[in-house]
T-cell receptor, first 111, second 110 residues
């Protein structure tokens, strides 16, 4: 099936630890995105990438890093600098002028 | 002013009612518009794209008003399963960046 796969579904982070969230798509989409959603809130853009080896900061990039070495993959690292990482993280992809498709998300919590 | 604004609701309606949501956007050059539905603790799912001429999909109708810079979503004959948060999404220019509204919550009661 074509789609976006996020893993893991649930993730726990210890103090001072970096963790990486995986996002893979087989839709052949050029652009990929990472969003954060806190309970009862809207989506906030962390990073997005329009093409391989290029990415742009979104509205809340501090404490996060990304890479785009392959078209299909856009992993997100939540670094120890992100002091409040507990949230629902959503990955998405799209082609220009088309709607976004979302993965089913990763829930990150602090131990 | 936010780039995309929605009434957060909740809109509490009985089954069978007709309900409408509006979403205003600030950039008059915005190119593409979409409505998404998000269930609690789930990812957003595309409900429909919004075309200049308006479009309808079963009980759902979306309209675009460029002069007043808003899009609307009309739901007829509401079902219990329509209870969700409805997100308005706008592509403000020809780039890949999309702007999400904070969502309008709909509760359909028996």
């Amino acid at each position: 099936d074509g789609g976006i796969t996020q893993s893991p579904k649930y993730l726990f982070r210890k103090e001072g630890q970096n963790v990486t969230l995986s996002c893979e798509q087989n839709l052949n989409h050029d652009a990929m995105y990472w969003y954060r959603q806190d309970p009862g809130q809207g989506l906030r853009l962390i990073y997005y990438s329009q093409i391989v080896n290029d990415f742009q900061k979104g509205d809340i990039a501090e404490g996060y890093s990304v890479s785009r070495e392959k078209k299909e993959s856009f992993p997100l690292t939540v670094t120890s600098a992100q002091k409040n990482p507990t949230a629902f993280y959503l990955c998405a992809s799209r082609q220009v002028s088309q709607p976004q498709h979302f993965g089913d998300g990763t829930r990150l919590s602090i131990l | 002013r936010k780039e995309v604004e929605q009434d957060p609701g909740p809109f509490n309606v009985p089954e069978g009612a007709t309900v409408a949501f509006n979403c205003t956007y600030s950039n008059s050059a915005s190119q593409s518009f979409f409505w998404y539905r998000q269930d609690c603790r789930k990812e957003p799912k595309l409900l429909m794209s919004v075309y200049s001429s308006g479009n309808e999909d079963g009980r759902f109708t979306a309209q675009l008003n460029r002069a007043s810079q808003y899009i609307s979503l009309l739901i007829r004959d509401s079902k219990l399963s329509d209870s969700a948060t409805y997100l308005c999404v706008v592509n403000p220019d020809s780039s890949y960046k999309l702007i999400f509204g904070s969502g309008t919550r709909l509760l359909v009661r028996p």
